[in-house]
Nanobody, 113 residues
Framework: QVQLVQSGGGLVQPGGSLRLSCVLS????????RDWYRQAPGKQREWVAT???????NYADSVKGRFTASRDNAKKTIYLQMNSLKPEDTAIYYC???????WGQGTQVTVSS
């Protein structure tokens, strides 16, 4: 059974940094972790970043230059390094595989002084 398990997140002051991780467990040759999304209170879930299996990345304008996605294919893991965090980055962050069927459980990121 394929699952995405997230770790990281927490409470950080504005300007601080956090790193999220997302590991794909289970045997599959098709699926791999690829995308990051977030959902702020009272808002719709929004796309944050994508990292392809080859390591190519794309970012939402709101995080470009502050967030960096990376991956370790051998560990079936993707990461989201978040720097210069702002209060408006506060949200539940989700990772997703290259399929709508597989999402991580979500992890809370709170940016507050």
């Amino acid at each position: 059974q394929v699952q995405l398990v997230q770790s990281g997140g927490g409470l950080v002051q504005p300007g601080g940094s956090l790193r999220l991780s997302c590991v794909l467990s289970g045997t599959t040759f098709i699926y791999y972790p690829r995308d990051w999304y977030r959902q702020a209170p009272g808002k719709q879930r929004e796309w944050v970043a994508t990292i392809t299996r080859a390591g190519n990345t794309n970012y939402a304008d709101s995080v470009k230059g502050r967030f960096t996605a990376s991956r370790d294919n051998a560990k079936k893991t993707i990461y989201l390094q978040m720097n210069s965090l702002k209060p408006e980055d506060t949200a539940i962050y989700y990772c997703k595989a290259n399929s709508e069927h597989y999402w991580g459980q979500g992890t809370q990121v709170t940016v507050s002084s």
